[in-house]
């Protein structure tokens, strides 16, 4: 039975500061009892994880993989959420690596294909600016060189 | 543009990049070689190629262009190094102005240890989900669990919010409340005039209002209409709603099971602590017995070396063996035995064991039989039989064993002493008799029986030898005393030092001196039966005491309960078990009473009375008195008190018993002993290698322990 994932484009839609702020509550209240549910650890993960800053992705990846160590019966979803969360971040070896495990498990699984799908074209994009930057700073740097042999010349 | 300049540059930088070429990559794609092509010198002649490029154009390698490649590198390694190779791409570098337009951004620690973490995780299993985690996945657990869920109920909750002149409702209900609600009063009425306002169908419902005064008042919900597509939406929400809350269930049920075993899991925890103090608490208790003895051992020690100050106290321990606490000496093999098992079996009586003793573990043994009036030595070092004590005329119902002095009551109703070193000699003088047995014709009996000091018994067949009456004078056997004074069978006694008490079945108990061999006083039990010392109903016996003891009033004899294996006696011993300690005594007898005498009177100052049948065993130390009788009871009595402790019920009479400050054995008419562990209140049994017939006698010292029982056999049990 395939399990039942978001797609990539969910986790960028975050939630308002409020919801948040009720699932931050929510999983500090059962921490203190020492007694934390991996549901409502997974809602504040998740919540932090969909958040655009890097701290809340960076801390809800951690409670990620916490979840992942402390659950067996969890573990093919987390690798998901893991890819998720590390392809927001911009780690997209460990994304791949996560996303890679997931499809050998689950190959049929429609999320995960589309988000290595993702991933190849963010690394793909990013190759290309680089490969511009490179371009673009030889570009200067030969500019540059030829007008100073040429001052030089004179 | 860029992409042509970049392959001007490639072929000279080829030149480079050959000399430069690293080690080769497994990935593959356009890319990766283009990237690999040309930051070959970044990554590995960084050095050398930067100084390359700032020969030929200083302006061009700017600080910052070189802060860019040496961050570039840096930062990428933090993050990709534990991957095991620093893949410096275009990628990377292509990151790299959009990390720098985002402003400095520092590595936390918590993007290390992500980043380490990783790899670990990757290694780990993913097993199949299965339980709850198949039912309900995280993301719909998420969806089911987020406050964002409520929001359609409260827009329902809305939609049904049908407008009505202001009530103020919220003042009714602080006022019910007992608070001033002047503040929302205020409040209410500025609220109230913009509503009137904002409200459409206000005027609507006034006019409603006065129809509705005529027609009378039409239902809240009439006045509002909805909408189909509303209702559909709202039918629809509902359902998602349920659904959510069949989730949300499934989740708390799946954490209250698994509570439920983390404390079932705990509890065991928590037993087997409590089991390990019972434990604690029982060695304690050992250790208490343990210093006691070596306490004692110590006195004996420093008397013994110092000069003597007279003959008689060197002889002995200071302590009888019935009284000492502290560990035996044991042969080293003994620790190796396994516990509660029977190592060694004296077999050579042919009938029931009626009575033994043992002088110290692996010492002296004495057991006596019914039918034979002849006790057995044996020595349990080697399990061999040394001889017999010749001299009694009936069964030996009683034995008492100290060092080398043996003490025996029988039905002929005297008490011998005997001294256990001379028993060789009797064996000497039996074998020399029998080769001389043809030369006896017509010599007959007359031997000299009386005499304390010498006694040779007459065999059916006259081995009366004239040897015997030639050698009368030098021969002095095993049995040093003879006491007689009873008029029935001595059925139970016990001695410390030079004072010997003996109970018999004329429901007497005498205290005699062992140095003079006289009897001293005389304790008349019949008399204390009818002439209780509490203040109560004189001359007859009172009717508290069970049936049996009106057979007290003539011969005792009652029938025991049926043993394990069915067979039953007559039990005549009305005077079951006798001990003293000092001037108290304590005797256990076959009214069922247990009864305590001051040995200096004779008179007994408190009667223990409960069980219900004849006591036949007892024994007491400081604190409490333990009582077994023919009711299949063991009685447990706190002598501060005088009331009960504890009683503990089995299936047959108990008829031998002996306790410490941790454990009760006693023998209770099973093939089986009984063990009952006092700190833990646990019984268990000594079986392997055990008797084939219910067990009748036995006595312990520390760890050893030996029992006789009805198949004639007496074994000894390491404990």
Wanted: net charge negative.
């Amino acid at each position: 039975m395939p399990t039942e994932l978001p797609y990539a484009a969910d986790a960028e839609v975050s939630l308002s500061y409020d919801e948040l702020d009720v699932l931050r509550r929510q999983y500090e209240k059962e921490l203190a009892q020492s007694h934390v549910t991996v549901q409502s650890k997974f809602n504040y993960a998740w919540g932090l994880v969909k958040s655009p800053m890097r701290e809340h992705q960076v801390e809800g990846v951690r409670l990620l993989q916490e979840i992942y160590r402390a659950e067996p019966g969890r573990r093919r979803e987390c690798l998901y959420y893991l890819a998720l969360g590390h392809y927001k971040m911009g780690n997209y070896e460990e994304a791949r690596r996560f996303n890679s495990l997931l499809r050998e498990k689950e190959p049929t699984n429609m999320q995960a294909s589309s988000l290595e799908q993702l991933i190849d074209d963010r690394v793909k994009r990013e190759g290309y600016i680089g490969m511009a930057l490179v371009g673009g700073a030889a570009a200067i740097g030969t500019i540059l060189l030829a007008g100073l042999i040429r001052r030089a010349r004179k | 543009m860029a992409s042509s300049s970049t392959k001007k540059k490639r072929e000279p930088r080829v030149a480079l990049d050959n000399l430069a070429e690293g080690p080769s990559r497994s990935s593959s794609g356009t890319l990766d070689v283009v990237s690999k092509a040309i930051l070959a010198p970044f990554t590995h002649r960084k050095h050398d190629s930067n100084k390359i490029f700032s020969d030929l154009a200083p302006a061009i390698m700017t600080p910052r262009m070189m802060n860019a490649a040496a961050t570039v590198s840096s930062k990428s390694r933090p993050s990709l190094g534990p991957s095991g190779t620093s893949r410096v791409d275009f990628a990377t570098l292509g990151r790299a102005p959009s990390r720098f337009t985002l402003g400095s951004r520092r590595i936390t620690s918590r993007d290390l240890q992500i980043v380490e973490a990783t790899e670990e995780l990757l290694h780990e299993e993913v097993p199949e989900p299965e339980g709850v985690a198949q039912n309900v996945s995280l993301l719909r657990g998420f969806n089911a669990t987020i406050p964002s869920s409520e929001k359609s109920r409260t827009r329902r909750r809305q939609t049904r919010s049908v407008e009505t002149p202001r009530l103020s409702l919220k003042k009714l209900s602080l006022g019910a409340r007992g608070m001033l609600g002047e503040d929302d009063e205020h409040e209410g009425e500025s609220v109230a005039s913009e509503e009137d306002m904002v409200v459409v169908g206000r005027s609507e419902t006034r006019g409603r209002k006065l129809k509705a005064k005529r027609r009378g008042r039409q239902s809240l919900s009439a006045g509002k209409v909805l909408g189909k597509d509303e209702l559909v939406r709202q039918t629809h929400e509902i359902e998602r709603d349920k659904e959510n809350l069949h989730v949300r269930r499934t989740l708390i049920s799946a954490e209250i099971a698994e509570i439920t075993h983390k404390i079932e899991a705990l509890d065991a925890i928590r037993n087997k602590l409590e089991q390990d103090l019972l434990k604690l608490q029982e060695d304690e208790l050992e250790l208490d017995d343990e210093l006691e003895g070596v306490k004692e051992r110590l006195e004996l020690e420093e008397s013994t070396s110092r000069p003597p100050k007279s003959p008689t106290q060197q002889a002995h321990l200071p302590q009888s063996s019935r009284r000492r606490k502290g560990p035996a000496f044991l042969p080293s093999e003994h620790d190796e035995l396994p516990p509660g098992v029977a190592f060694m079996s004296l077999s050579g009586h042919t009938a029931p064991i009626t009575a033994l003793d043992f002088s110290e573990p692996y010492g002296t043994l004495v057991s006596a039989s019914q039918e034979d009036s002849q006790p057995r030595v044996w020595d349990l070092l080697t399990g061999e039989e040394i001889g017999r004590l010749r001299g009694h005329r009936g069964s030996v119902k009683c034995i008492q064993v100290e060092d080398q002095v043996c003490l025996t009551g029988g039905e002929d109703t005297t008490v011998r002493l005997w001294d256990l070193r001379k028993v060789d000699e009797d064996e000497e003088w039996e074998t020399s008799e029998i080769l001389s047995l043809s030369d006896v014709a017509e010599e007959d009996e007359s031997v000299a029986e009386d005499g304390p000091k010498v006694q040779r018994d007459r065999e059916p067949d006259g081995k009366a030898i004239r040897q015997s009456g030639t050698s009368e004078p030098e021969r002095s056997g095993a049995c040093t005393r003879v006491l007689e004074g009873h008029s029935k069978a001595v059925s139970a006694l016990y001695f410390e030092e030079d004072c010997l008490v003996t109970g018999a079945a004329d429901k007497t108990m005498r205290q005699w001196d062992l140095q003079t061999g006289q009897c001293v006083m005389t304790m008349d039990i019949l008399w204390a039966i009818s002439h209780p010392p509490t203040v109560g109903p004189g001359g007859p016996i009172p009717n508290y005491l069970f049936s049996g003891a009106a057979a007290s009033a003539g011969t005792f004899a009652v029938p025991t309960p049926p043993f394990a294996d069915g067979t039953w006696d007559m039990y005549r011993d009305f005077v079951g078990a006798v001990q003293f300690w000092g001037y108290a005594l304590m005797s256990g007898s076959g009214d069922g009473a247990v009864r305590m005498w001051d040995m200096r009177t004779g008179q007994p100052h408190r009667t223990l009375l409960g069980h219900t049948g004849p006591v036949t065993c007892l024994q007491f130390d400081e604190l409490h008195a333990i009582s077994g009788s023919l009711d299949k009871s063991i009685r447990i009595w706190d002598l501060r008190t005088g009331g009960i402790f504890e009683t503990l019920k089995y299936d047959h009479a108990v008829t031998a018993l002996q306790f410490d400050t941790r454990k009760i054995v006693a023998a209770t008419g099973e093939n089986g002993i009984k063990i009952y562990n006092r700190t833990s209140m646990q019984h268990s049994t000594l079986l392997t290698n055990g008797h084939t017939r219910p067990v009748e006698k036995l006595r312990y010292m520390d760890r050893y322990l030996v029992s006789g029982g009805r198949d004639s056999v007496v074994k000894i049990w390491a404990l």
